[in-house]
């Protein structure tokens, strides 16, 4: 599909508020709310939005430390390990990625001793390399028109 300058208006205001009402983002872009609604919903039937999350602050709900771990798999351990790692509450954002490492995951965890339970747990699968996250310097950014 492609999407008209309108639908990039309201993806905008959904991106950076998805609890905003359809009235005021229908005044920000020019457009009814049951027009917005519409857009909304043959957007969301598209699968161009994919849903709505929450926020939530980590440190808030007592996980201090955030970190990037890559996993090198060992021989025969990816699939298992792709497996896993759906079960691991500390993993919040897991991507497979090309290059030398196979796995990247993003996570949350308490203190220093619940990572080091962790990477005793992600071991049997392969090498890990352990990045700690100090502050978030671009977190969420909203998906914009590309100028191309």
């Not at 309201?10 to 998805?18: D, G, M």
């Amino acid at each position: 599909m492609n999407i008209d300058d309108l639908n990039w208006k309201i993806l905008n205001r959904l991106q950076a508020n998805a609890r905003e009402t359809y009235a005021d983002i229908g005044r920000q872009v020019g457009l009814t709310a049951p027009a917005v609604a519409e857009r909304i919903k043959k957007m969301e039937d598209l699968g161009i939005i994919e849903g709505y999350l929450t926020k939530v602050s980590h440190a808030k709900t007592g996980h201090h430390l955030k970190a990037i771990i890559t996993l090198r798999a060992f021989m025969g351990k990816l699939k298992p390990f792709l497996e896993a790692v759906k079960t691991y509450k500390e993993v919040v954002n897991c991507y497979r990625i090309t290059g030398n490492e196979n796995i990247v995951m993003e996570v949350v965890l308490k203190d220093q001793f619940h990572l080091e339970r962790f990477i005793d747990k992600l071991i049997q699968y392969g090498e890990t390399r352990t990045h700690i996250i100090l502050s978030n310097v671009v977190s969420s950014a909203p998906i914009g028109k590309n100028p191309f």
